[in-house]
């Protein structure tokens, strides 16, 4: 079945570069997804890429795809301390609609 | 629009106790979701709704019933509170269109603790 992997924790200086890494299993997916939680609240959507692309750039951030090796990953350029919060990535479950299964989620924490 | 919006906030329940978290969306969409997150475990799916009158289990369903009362609501059930269910549950929502690119809304959460 699908599985999506991620690393738990990671620690920067305000300023630095942020890259949070992600796995995933199917192939097949047409869209991947990146939430973020800030504490005490729900996911949001922050960005997403469409599988036949290799690069999404919006702003501050930057995601890359890589379908040979099933790895996505997450740039923040100039992390700030608001960008501290829990990033999950997400890919769909084979046709079964919206249903989407979620890695376990990497906390970024900012240090000033 | 209020988005998704789910009661209580907070809930202490002791082992044994029932009760239903609620969950509204007032975005139109057809399928809702309830998912239950723990530490380490990112989300994981209990029960989703991919259409009003229809139920379908996730990962983790058991211990929990739902009910699509309508296109706006999606309710979770414990009938039989256990401690291993202390988590914190979200309510979400999509538009619910296969192979499309597919926004899940999600709510603020309810916090459970099973004593």
């Known amino acids: 079945g699908e599985d999506v992997e991620q690393s738990l924790f990671l620690s920067v200086r305000e300023g630095d570069s942020s890259v949070i890494n992600c796995t995933y299993t199917d192939s097949s997916s047409t869209y991947l997804y990146w939430y973020k939680q800030e504490p005490g609240a729900g996911l949001q959507l922050l960005t997403y890429i469409f599988s036949n692309m290799d690069m999404k750039q919006d702003q501050r951030l930057t995601v890359l795809l890589n379908k040979k090796d099933k790895h996505l990953s997450l740039r923040i350029a100039d992390t700030q301390t608001g960008d501290s919060a829990i990033y999950f990535c997400a890919e769909p479950i084979y046709n079964q609609g919206g249903k989407l299964i979620f890695g376990q989620g990497t906390e970024l924490s900012v240090k000033p | 629009n209020a988005g998704v919006t789910q009661t209580p906030k907070f809930q202490v329940l002791k082992t044994g106790q029932s009760m239903t978290l609620q969950c509204a969306q007032d975005m139109n969409h057809n399928s809702m979701y309830w998912y239950r997150q723990d530490p380490g475990m990112g989300l994981r799916l209990i029960y989703y709704?991919?259409?009003?009158?229809?139920?379908d289990k996730g990962e983790v369903p058991n211990g929990y019933n739902v009910s699509r009362l309508n296109k706006r609501e999606f309710s979770l059930r414990l009938e039989s509170a256990a401690p291993s269910q202390t988590s914190v549950y979200f309510c979400a929502s999509s538009e619910g269109t296969s192979g499309y690119q597919e926004t899940q809304y999600f709510g603020p959460g309810t916090r459970l603790l099973v004593l």
């Open positions: 709704s991919a259409s009003e009158g229809t139920t």
